[in-house]
C-alpha cells in the first residue's frame, strides 16, 4: 500500500460508515452502539500497545535498564494533551446532553463534529508517526506495519462515522448532508498524519516518544469516552465482547502484517 493511500485509509473508513445514512434508519440500537463503541475502543487499546508502544520500547533498547523511559514519558504527555484539548475546546459527545470544554455559543452540531475531531486526532497522529518512521528507513517501524495501523484505524472508524452520521440525522439534517458532515469528522486524521510527517525531519531522534505520545492519547480517548459509553444502562456485556474482537482483530492484523 503507497504511503497516501496509508494516510487517507481511516479517513475512507469514516466515509463509509457515514454512508449508512444514506439508506438506514435515522438511529442506532442501544446494544448496537455499544457494540460499535466497544469495537472502536478495542482496536484502539491494541494499535496502541502493538504498533506504538512495544515498537517505542525497542527502538530504545539502547538505554538498556531504562528503555521504558520513552515510552512511558510518551504516554503521560500524550494523555495530558488529550486532557488539555478535552478541557478547553467546547464539544457534545453523541448522546450526551451536557457539553465539555470552555463555555460556547457554538450549536449542538458543531459541538458534536468537535467531539468526534477530538477523537480522531489522536489517531492520525499515530499513523503519521509510523509512517514517518518507515519512510525514514527504520528498520523497527515499516511500511507493514503503518498498513496495518492505518487498517485497524479504518475498520474502526466505519462504526464511527456511522456514530455521528446517524444522530445529525435524527437532528433534522438531511441524508444528503449528514453524510457529508459525518465524513468530514474524520478529515482530521489525514492532517493529522501530514503534519506528524512534516514534524518528523526536526524531531527523528524522538521517534520513541512521538510513537507513545499518539499511544497515550489514544488510550486517553478510550478510557474517558468510550468504554464509559459501553458500560452505561443495559447490554454493557455487548460493549465488552465488542472490546475483545476489536482487539483481537487488531492484533491480528499488526502481527501478520507488522
Known amino acids: 500500500m503507497s504511503t497516501l493511500l496509508i494516510i487517507l485509509a481511516p479517513f475512507v473508513g469514516t466515509m463509509l460508515g457515514a454512508s449508512v445514512v444514506l439508506f438506514?434508519?435515522?438511529?442506532?440500537?442501544?446494544?448496537?452502539?455499544?457494540?460499535?463503541?466497544?469495537?472502536?475502543?478495542?482496536?484502539?487499546?491494541?494499535?496502541?500497545?502493538?504498533?506504538?508502544i512495544i515498537p517505542s520500547i525497542e527502538l530504545s533498547e539502547h538505554l538498556q535498564s531504562i528503555a521504558w523511559m520513552p515510552a512511558a514519558v510518551g504516554i503521560i504527555l500524550g494523555m495530558l494533551f488529550l486532557l488539555a484539548l478535552?478541557?478547553?475546546?467546547?464539544?457534545?459527545?453523541?448522546?450526551?446532553?451536557?457539553?465539555?470544554?470552555?463555555?460556547?455559543?457554538?450549536?449542538?452540531?458543531?459541538?458534536?463534529?468537535?467531539?468526534v475531531t477530538l477523537h480522531n486526532i489522536p489517531e492520525g497522529m499515530a499513523v503519521g508517526a509510523v509512517v514517518a518512521g518507515a519512510m525514514a528507513g527504520d528498520s523497527l517501524v515499516t511500511?507493514?506495519?503503518?498498513?496495518?495501523l492505518a487498517i485497524g484505524m479504518a475498520i474502526q472508524n466505519v462504526p464511527e462515522?456511522?456514530?455521528?452520521?446517524?444522530?445529525?440525522?435524527?437532528?433534522?439534517m438531511s441524508r444528503r448532508r449528514s453524510w457529508?458532515?459525518?465524513?468530514?469528522?474524520?478529515?482530521?486524521?489525514?492532517?493529522?498524519a501530514i503534519a506528524m510527517i512534516a514534524l518528523y525531519d526536526f524531531m527523528a531522534p524522538a521517534l520513541p516518544y512521538l510513537l507513545a505520545f499518539s499511544a497515550g492519547a489514544m488510550l486517553y480517548v478510550?478510557?474517558?469516552?468510550?468504554i464509559p459509553e459501553t458500560q452505561q444502562g443495559k447490554h454493557s456485556d455487548t460493549g465488552t465482547v465488542a472490546f475483545g474482537i476489536g482487539f483481537i482483530i487488531m492484533m491480528i492484523l499488526d502481527v501478520a502484517l507488522g
Open 180 to 192: 457529508i458532515m459525518g465524513s468530514l469528522s474524520g478529515i482530521i486524521e489525514p492532517i493529522a
Open 143 to 148: 511500511l507493514a506495519s503503518a498498513t496495518a
Open 222 to 226: 478510550v478510557v474517558e469516552e468510550l
Open 86 to 115: 478535552d478541557s478547553l475546546v467546547p464539544h457534545l459527545h453523541p448522546g450526551g446532553t451536557e457539553p465539555e470544554g470552555l463555555h460556547s455559543s457554538l450549536g449542538k452540531r458543531q459541538m458534536l463534529m468537535l467531539a
Open 24 to 52: 438506514a434508519r435515522k438511529s442506532v440500537a442501544a446494544r448496537l452502539s455499544k457494540a460499535l463503541l466497544g469495537f472502536a475502543a478495542g482496536v484502539m487499546v491494541a494499535a496502541s500497545v502493538w504498533s506504538l
Open 161 to 172: 462515522g456511522a456514530i455521528i452520521s446517524l444522530p445529525l440525522r435524527l437532528d433534522g
